[in-house]
């Protein structure tokens, strides 16, 4: 028998119980619905998470100087005074090192154009605006000549621009660091919080050397970031640093850490993944509990068309044809569902990326497995009702009432 | 066997084992049937016409004996096999019409032919369905759905949809059993038509004035032929229908 017809047969026979129809495939909706959009929205925190961490750089390797122990009491990670600017050095010259920046990090109050502002003061190389993917946004970032010279040339966030400048173009300006005037050479673009909730533009960056003798006077930095040739040399990379510092400092006990951002981000996906795996469990279920209901109400369509099942048997239909016929039926009732439900999930993750200003991705891959499992589910739980038409007597089956 | 016999039963039997006591339905009927024959199956209830009509009718195969349909011997056929006998080589009508519901009469009638072992392209699907109802006069109620439909065209939809095969033989259950005298006289009408055009009918039935029209009357009494004869005085539909009206006239039935 032909596919054509029985799918007009079949799409008859659905048309005659609408409400029957819609009801049964509802299971399904719910289902496919669920693991879409489960899967859209914890697929679009992921992206986002995974935005927020290359947002840090590209490839960063950071190193933080060990803790500080004096008399048993530890100061935590980059109090120690551990890390040196030939540290620096000696890391800038391994291979597929392409950027390097020693950090010093001080607080201070910042005094311009007769406002004031409280922020984080670092002490960077020039290389650190390539390292962090951060563009300036205005003026320019300060040179290796400023390093040298000790400049006293500063690099402002937009949260500082902002707070001593507002309406004005601060480049070319003179702000006040600990009483010390440095003059705003540029502007960095805006790049919002990070993940931790910090507001990234609340910050002055001037040469780490400036900081070192000029602002404070400190012979360590807290800690340096290094930028990696690319993703796949960054645990080689890491490893390098670890074994060149552990021979420089020449300890027993490794004074250091060295963290690098694919880390980071493995820790922050892993969460949001489990969370979609437990998603798609829940939802899981509820496509078996929707393709129990299409089971359910195909059983009692073969009861209530035995006689229908009798007339084609007796003008020549065959097993075969009577089992396709049902099983087209169902798998017509479940990828209908499915496809509302595909529709409906994506719309509904759609409206929370609308409303709630969430990113969601809809992965291809899933919209894949939605349809394969709705047609298997059609499949599976329209199998034993069409195998009980198929094996009805013809006869018997002519004579129900 | 002669080239022109479409049924040969030879010494059938029919048995059914339910619980401890065995049923013999049919015992050991030998019946043949040529083409272009109008035979009237008889018995009252029990006689085992229909055990005998459903083995005739490849919907149930003989427990003993021999049956040949259109020369191929039926009772050792599988299940498909079976369906694809009844497909290509019997027509059926029954008492209760059997219409799909909510399916247009056209549509009832190119069923059948969905289950064609070789495939029919759908325009001559159509074509042979209108011109079956054309034949039994139906031509224009083809759109029609069979609650629009009197009993009597219902039963002619029915007829349709048994011809749309060429099938070798035309299998009435009962044909008449639901429709009142006028109408069933007219669906005699069409049978005889159809048997003068050829088109071999086996037909059961309990009413003697319904198996005057057929040529020839087989009665059964506890699953074995009683009697085998031609019809005397045989029915014709369009005199009778002439009857009929006459007395309706009479009494004013009818204008």
Request: hydrophobic fraction near 45%; include cysteine; glycine fraction near 8%.
């Amino acid at each position: 028998m032909r596919i054509i017809a029985s799918l007009k047969i079949a799409a008859r026979a659905l048309r005659r119980n609408k409400m029957r129809s819609l009801l049964t495939m509802l299971g399904v909706i719910i289902g496919v619905g669920a693991v879409i959009g489960a899967v859209s929205l914890t697929s679009g925190a992921t992206k986002q998470v995974e935005d927020q961490v290359s947002n840090l750089g590209e490839n960063v390797i950071t190193v933080f100087s060990g803790n500080f122990t004096t008399g048993g009491m530890r100061g935590g990670w980059g109090s120690a005074p551990t890390l040196t600017l030939e540290d620096t050095a000696a890391i800038r010259l391994l291979p597929n090192v392409v950027a390097i920046s020693p950090e010093v990090r001080d607080r201070a109050q910042v005094l311009a154009n007769g406002l004031n502002w409280n922020t984080q003061i670092l002490g960077e190389s020039p290389d650190y605006p390539q390292i962090r993917n951060w563009d300036i946004a205005s003026g320019s970032m300060f040179s290796d000549q400023d390093v040298k010279t000790l400049a006293k040339s500063a690099v402002i966030g937009r949260t500082v621009a902002d707070q001593l400048f507002p309406n004005e173009n601060c480049v070319g300006q003179t702000i006040r660091i600990r009483n010390l005037p440095f003059q705003i050479v540029g502007v960095l673009a805006s790049k919002g919080f990070n993940l931790f909730g910090q507001d990234q533009d609340d910050v002055v960056i001037v040469p780490y050397s400036s900081h070192m003798h000029r602002i404070t006077t400190r012979t360590f930095v807290n800690s340096i970031q290094v930028q990696a040739a690319n993703d796949k040399v960054i645990s080689v990379v890491q490893q390098e640093i670890t074994d060149l510092l552990l021979a420089r400092h020449r300890s027993k006990e490794q004074d250091f850490t060295v963290r690098s951002q694919l880390e980071l981000m493995q820790t922050v996906t892993a969460t949001s993944r489990a969370m979609g795996f437990l998603l798609a469990g829940v939802a899981a279920v509820s496509l078996v509990v929707g393709g129990i209901g299409i089971m359910n109400i195909m059983l009692v369509s073969v009861t209530e068309r035995t006689r229908e099942i009798g007339i084609r048997m007796a003008v020549g239909a065959r097993a075969a044809d009577i089992l396709v016929q049902f099983l087209i039926e169902a798998v017509t009732l479940s990828a209908i569902g499915g496809a509302i439900g595909i529709a409906g999930g994506v719309g509904f993750s759609q409206l929370v990326a609308y409303f709630k200003d969430m990113p969601t991705v809809t992965p291809v891959f899933w919209i894949i497995v939605a349809v394969v499992s709705s047609a298997v589910i059609g499949i599976v739980s329209g199998f034993y009702p069409a195998w009980k038409a198929s094996q009805l007597d013809p006869i018997e089956a002519l004579r129900y009432e | 066997m002669p080239i022109n016999t479409v049924i040969k039963l030879d010494a059938i039997e029919k048995t059914y084992h339910t619980g401890e006591v065995d049923v013999h339905a049919v015992r050991g009927i030998s019946l043949e049937i040529r083409a272009g024959e109008f035979v009237a199956i008889m018995g009252s209830s029990g006689s085992g016409k229909s055990t005998l009509m459903n083995m005739i009718g490849a919907l149930d195969r003989p427990t003993g004996g021999h049956y040949w349909l259109d020369g191929i011997d039926v009772s050792t056929l599988d299940r498909d096999t079976l369906a694809d006998v009844r497909n290509e080589k019997i027509g059926f009508v029954f008492q209760g019409f059997n219409l799909l519901s909510r399916t247009s009469a056209l549509e009832n009638v190119e069923m059948p032919m969905l289950y064609n072992r070789h495939r029919i392209p759908s325009h001559e699907q159509r074509a042979r369905a209108v011109n079956a109802l054309e034949l039994v006069g139906l031509g224009t109620r083809a759109d029609h759905h069979p609650n629009q439909l009197s009993g009597g065209q219902q039963q002619r939809v029915a007829i349709a949809r048994a011809l749309v095969n060429k099938p070798a033989l035309l299998l009435a259950d009962e044909p008449t059993g639901n429709l009142d005298s006028q109408t069933s006289i007219e669906i005699m009408g069409v049978f005889q038509k159809l048997n003068d055009q050829g088109i071999t009918i086996v037909m059961v039935t309990h009413e003697l004035d319904v198996a005057r029209f057929t040529k020839r009357m087989v009665i059964l009494r506890d699953g074995k032929i009683l009697t085998d004869e031609a019809v005397q005085n045989r029915s014709v539909a369009e005199k009778e229908l002439q009857a009929l009206r006459a007395e309706q006239q009479a009494v004013k039935l009818a204008s």
